[in-house]
């Protein structure tokens, strides 16, 4: 079941925002990727997690395999982030080593994930 599926039900956002976590979580593991922990998050949901990152926000670019790029997250994706996963942004920073300094500000409001190659 993806996001876009019309039976999708849940936190799939109809109107663009999330309002629950996602039904089964992952513990944290010290000094996890960021790509790494959306997939363990997307596996044990039985999502893809290309799903996972179509509800956190896309950027610009085509999505390459999480398991070979890290992922860096804007405010408004980290925002979406901490809503699936049922935890603060904060917590999140203090977990997952790309997201521990603040992101910057999305001038545009949206979500966006960037990419870059190990």
Known sequence: MTPSDSRATGPWPSSGELRRSLPRQV?????E????YVRRLAYANGLEPIA???????GQKALPDPASTELYLNAAALARLSVLVGCSAARLQQVLPTVRFAPAADPLQSSRVALAAP
Request: charged share 20%; proline share 0%; hydrophobic share 45%.
């Open 52 to 58: 996972v990152l179509d509800l956190v926000g896309r």
């Open 27 to 31: 513990r944290f593991i010290s000094a």
């Open 33 to 36: 990727s960021t790509g790494s």
